[in-house]
């Protein structure tokens, strides 16, 4: 329910949320290990053809929640596209609002690349 009142956050409170949630991305939990994975399928069921997706194997139902909610509490977007580099994927993590809550949620896997866990609330700016 809303007051109807908007809130207004500084740029300081946004640098420091950033810096919180860059520390958290470094914590072992955020962490991929060897047996983790990102898989793209496609599938029909019922006769009816879903499109190309892309899903999390093998990592801690912490690491996905984190990584939604990150987003999520960095954007004010309808549907946040945000690039995000995890271990060696590129993926597009797609955060879709209802409300004040997190409506649907997944990545959208891009390309596969050397790096560590990282993200940007910039959309000019790929990781």
């Not at 409506?103 to 940007?120: I, M, N, Q, R, V």
């Amino acid at each position: 329910m809303s007051t109807g009142v908007a809130e207004k956050v500084t740029s300081e409170e946004l640098e420091e949320n950033n810096i919180f949630l860059n520390a958290i991305l470094q914590t072992q939990v955020m962490k991929l290990d060897v047996n983790d994975r990102v898989i793209s399928l496609q599938f029909s069921w019922k006769g009816l053809l879903k499109p190309l997706g892309s899903s999390f194997i093998g990592v801690s139902p912490e690491f996905e929640v984190a990584l939604y909610t990150i987003i999520f509490l960095n954007r004010n977007d309808q549907v946040s596209n945000t690039v995000v580099k995890v271990d060696k994927y590129l993926l597009e993590v797609m955060v879709c609002r209802q409300g004040h809550a997190i409506g649907t949620s997944y990545p959208k896997l891009l390309d596969k690349t050397l790096g560590a866990c990282s993200f940007s609330t910039d959309q000019s700016k790929k990781i």
